[in-house]
């Protein structure tokens, strides 16, 4: 489970979060930022990492298990664009 303060929301523009990262080192934390930008016919979601703050081996594990699950995390994003695309044209 994941742990996620919000330090600041900006309601349909942008949330940060303080994020507990889910490593066998306590005080291991991110900070995250989501961000909604018009786009020409919608809008794009950006989600941005900052690098892990806390104990030093926190920190090192923290990095190398977002540096794995990059690949994992761009296949989640593909699927729900292709569900978004597949649904968008199902509208009359």
Known sequence: MLTHTIL???PFEYIITRDLIPVPIPNTFALLEYRL????N???LIQT???ATGPFLGRI??????RRMEKRWQM???SFKTQIEKDLAMQP
């Open 37 to 40: 930008v018009p786009i020409e």
């Open 49 to 51: 990492f900052s690098r």
């Open 8 to 10: 600041e929301w900006q």
């Open 42 to 44: 919608g809008a794009r």
């Open 61 to 66: 594990l923290s990095d190398r298990a977002i």
């Open 76 to 78: 989640s994003i593909d």
